[in-house]
C-alpha cells in the first residue's frame, strides 16, 4: 500500500485532516471516533494522521523530557496535535506514551465498528526521518530553536525506550526503538 511523502502530506493535508479528527485530545475515544464511518472516509490519509500523531507526541514527551529548556518555544514552534497527556478517563491510553497511539489504531477496542489501520516499518521510518530531520531543522531555525541541540535530542531518544513504536504485523506485534528507524 503507497503513502503519501511525509513532506506533501505534512504541507498539503495534515492541517484539513486535524480538523477532521477535530480533538486536541489523544486518547481511545477520539481516535476510535475517527476509526468509523463517515469520518474514517474524510481522512485524505489516515495512516499518515496517526503516525504524525504519534511523531508530534513522541517529539513532545522527548524535547519535555531531555531538553526541558526548549519545551516551550518547541510547542510554540509545532504544528497543533491531539496530545496523549490531555486525556484522564483512561479510553485506551492512559499511560500517555506515543506508542499507544500506533496500538490502539491497529487494534482498536473502544467500539465495536471501528476498522483498524493498517501501519508498516516502511511509513514509520520514512515519517520518523521527516520529523526527526526537516521538521526539527525547521525548528532550529527559529529564534526559540536556535540552541536546541538535534545531535543531543536524537541520542536521547536512542536511550529512552519510551521512545519506541509498534507495528502488528502478521507475526504479531514487533516493536522498534526509534531511533532505529532513521538507519532503515
Same mark, same amino acid.
Given at each position: 500500500?503507497?503513502?503519501?511523502?511525509?513532506?506533501?502530506?505534512?504541507?498539503?493535508?495534515?492541517?484539513?485532516?486535524?480538523?477532521?479528527?477535530?480533538? &486536541?485530545?489523544?486518547?481511545? @475515544?477520539?481516535?476510535?471516533?475517527?476509526?468509523?464511518?463517515?469520518?474514517?472516509?474524510?481522512?485524505?490519509?489516515?495512516?499518515? @494522521?496517526?503516525?504524525?500523531?504519534?511523531?508530534? &507526541?513522541?517529539?513532545?514527551?522527548?524535547?519535555?523530557?531531555?531538553?526541558?529548556?526548549?519545551?516551550?518555544?518547541?510547542? &510554540?514552534?509545532?504544528?497543533?496535535?491531539?496530545?496523549?497527556?490531555?486525556?484522564?478517563?483512561?479510553?485506551?491510553?492512559?499511560?500517555?506514551?506515543?506508542?499507544?497511539?500506533?496500538?490502539?489504531?491497529?487494534?482498536? @477496542?473502544?467500539?465495536?465498528?471501528?476498522?483498524?489501520?493498517?501501519?508498516?516499518?516502511?511509513?514509520?521510518?520514512?515519517?520518523?526521518?521527516? @520529523?526527526?530531520?526537516?521538521?526539527?531543522?525547521?525548528?532550529?531555525?527559529?529564534?526559540?530553536?536556535?540552541?536546541?541541540?538535534?545531535?543531543?535530542?536524537?541520542?536521547?531518544?536512542?536511550?529512552?525506550?519510551?521512545?519506541?513504536?509498534?507495528?502488528?504485523?502478521?507475526?504479531?506485534?514487533?516493536?522498534?526503538?526509534?531511533?532505529?528507524?532513521?538507519?532503515?
Amino acid at each position: 500500500m503507497a503513502h503519501l511523502p511525509p513532506k506533501d502530506y505534512f504541507r498539503e493535508h495534515y492541517a484539513a485532516d486535524y480538523a477532521v479528527f477535530g480533538s &486536541n485530545s489523544m486518547c481511545g @475515544f477520539s481516535l476510535g471516533d475517527s476509526l468509523i464511518p463517515p469520518k474514517r472516509s474524510q481522512f485524505k490519509g489516515l495512516a499518515e @494522521f496517526i503516525v504524525c500523531q504519534f511523531e508530534l &507526541n513522541l517529539l513532545n514527551q522527548a524535547i519535555y523530557t531531555h531538553a526541558g529548556q526548549a519545551h516551550w518555544a518547541w510547542r &510554540n514552534f509545532s504544528a497543533p496535535f491531539a496530545d496523549t497527556h490531555l486525556c484522564s478517563m483512561g479510553h485506551g491510553m492512559a499511560n500517555h506514551l506515543p506508542p499507544s497511539i500506533l496500538r490502539f489504531a491497529q487494534e482498536p @477496542f473502544a467500539r465495536p465498528d471501528t476498522m483498524p489501520v493498517t501501519i508498516t516499518w516502511e511509513l514509520l521510518a520514512d515519517y520518523t526521518k521527516f @520529523f526527526l530531520g526537516d521538521y526539527l531543522d525547521q525548528f532550529r531555525a527559529t529564534e526559540g530553536g536556535k540552541d536546541f541541540s538535534k545531535d543531543a535530542l536524537i541520542e536521547a531518544i536512542a536511550k529512552d525506550w519510551d521512545c519506541s513504536a509498534v507495528v502488528k504485523t502478521a507475526h504479531g506485534w514487533e516493536s522498534k526503538q526509534v531511533a532505529e528507524l532513521l538507519k532503515t
